[in-house]
């Protein structure tokens, strides 16, 4: 059964960095792609940022440059850098493949970016 867990998050002040790991519990981690989402409270759920399996990046406009996506197939977790976090970043970030999420989503990581 596919699983993600998701951790890291945090409260920082604006301008700040964190580092979000997610484990996933995926027999094919190393043939899959990956994304991370976020939704922010009264949002949608949103894709910023994808990496596939053979390590092709994209990222959404709002978070090119400061956001960097990065995976270890030998632990099975998928990492998002965080640096110059604005508090339009708060929101709960979750993990999840990046075509055909799986319906099995994680609890998430809470980031709250104070201004």
């Known amino acids: 059964q596919v699983q993600f867990v998701e951790s890291g998050g945090g409260l920082v002040q604006a301008g700040g960095s964190l580092r979000l790991s997610c484990a996933a519990s995926?027999?094919?981690?190393?043939?899959?792609?990956f994304g991370w989402y976020r939704q922010a409270p009264g949002q949608q759920r949103e894709l910023v940022a994808t990496?596939?399996?053979?390590?092709?990046?994209i990222y959404v406009d709002s978070v090119k440059g400061r956001f960097t996506i990065s995976r270890d197939n030998a632990k099975k977790t998928v990492y998002l850098q965080m640096k110059n976090l604005q508090p339009e970043d708060t929101a709960v970030y979750y993990c999840?493949?990046?075509?055909?999420?799986?319906?099995?989503w994680g609890q998430g990581t809470q980031v709250t970016v104070s201004s």
């Open positions: 995926v027999s094919t981690f190393s043939l899959s792609g």
């Open positions: 999840n493949f990046n075509r055909s999420p799986s319906p099995s």
């Open positions: 990496i596939s399996w053979k390590d092709v990046i």
